[in-house]
């Protein structure tokens, strides 16, 4: 309840292992609108050649505690250790049991090489975390969670922090303010129903990673 109620008013945990829990809310605050996903010619070349050729598949919610698992071993850009500690896995994985917290995931040739986790309330989701085992595979479930949440009519993905990688995509930073009552809305919004829908993204691709009106 406590994670719940801090997400909707736009703040979020974040703290390493020996540390008490920690509250940020960022002023600016980095968001990626799911219409300004910047789909890269090489990796929608990459996505469509695997698919085509039936090595790639994603998945969402098939394995949530391996995906956090692996986002455990991954520390953020200019960390050594994980912000991901035990206590934090037990209360994400707790939350995705309730419904609320969610894995996309990248499968390449029948094994888990990718994938990300987000919190979800109303028609808003809060990016956490992603890991990569294989090149791209990370961008491959961003850009399926972006496919999703064109047709979910999600206003926002938050991304919490500014980073170099995200801008790439299409992410930006927006005013806490703005930030927090674009939240506000979207919790009155619909929840998703979260499954991947092939015919989705196969139209997704064609479009250059649009969805066509």
Same mark, same amino acid.
């Given at each position: ?12 945990? &974040?703290?390493? /292992?020996?540390?008490?829990? !920690? ?6 605050? *980095? +968001?990626?609108?799911?219409?300004? @996903? ?69 499968? &390449?040739?029948? /094994?888990?090489?990718?994938? !990300? ?6 028609? *808003? +989701?809060?990016?956490?975390?992603? @890991? ?82």
């Amino acid at each position: 309840d406590t994670l719940l109620q801090a997400y909707g008013q736009g703040v979020f945990p &974040w703290f390493s /292992e020996g540390q008490p829990p !920690l509250w940020w809310s960022p002023d600016p605050r *980095m +968001v990626l609108p799911p219409t300004a @996903f910047r789909l890269q010619h090489n990796l929608r070349k990459t996505i469509r050649s695997a698919w085509r050729a039936g090595r790639l598949e994603v998945r969402i919610d098939h394995a949530f505690e391996r995906v956090i698992g692996a986002c455990a071993q991954t520390p953020r850009p200019g960390q050594n250790g994980t912000w991901i500690v035990p206590d934090m896995v037990a209360a994400y994985t707790a939350l995705h049991r309730a419904g609320h917290a969610h894995s996309v995931e990248t499968w &390449w040739d029948g /094994e888990l090489a990718g994938g !990300l986790y987000c919190i979800n309330t109303g028609a *808003m +989701v809060f990016g956490e975390s992603m @890991f990569s085992h294989r090149s791209n595979a990370s961008k491959i479930a961003l850009a399926a969670l972006v496919c999703c949440a064109t047709r979910w009519g999600v206003p926002l993905i938050d991304c919490q922090q500014e980073t170099a990688h995200l801008a790439s995509m299409g992410a930006a930073p927006v005013p806490r303010e703005v930030f927090v009552r674009t939240v506000a809305e979207a919790l009155q919004g619909p929840r998703p129903d979260w499954r991947f829908d092939p015919v989705y993204w196969t139209t997704w691709l064609q479009h250059g990673g649009r969805t066509p009106t």
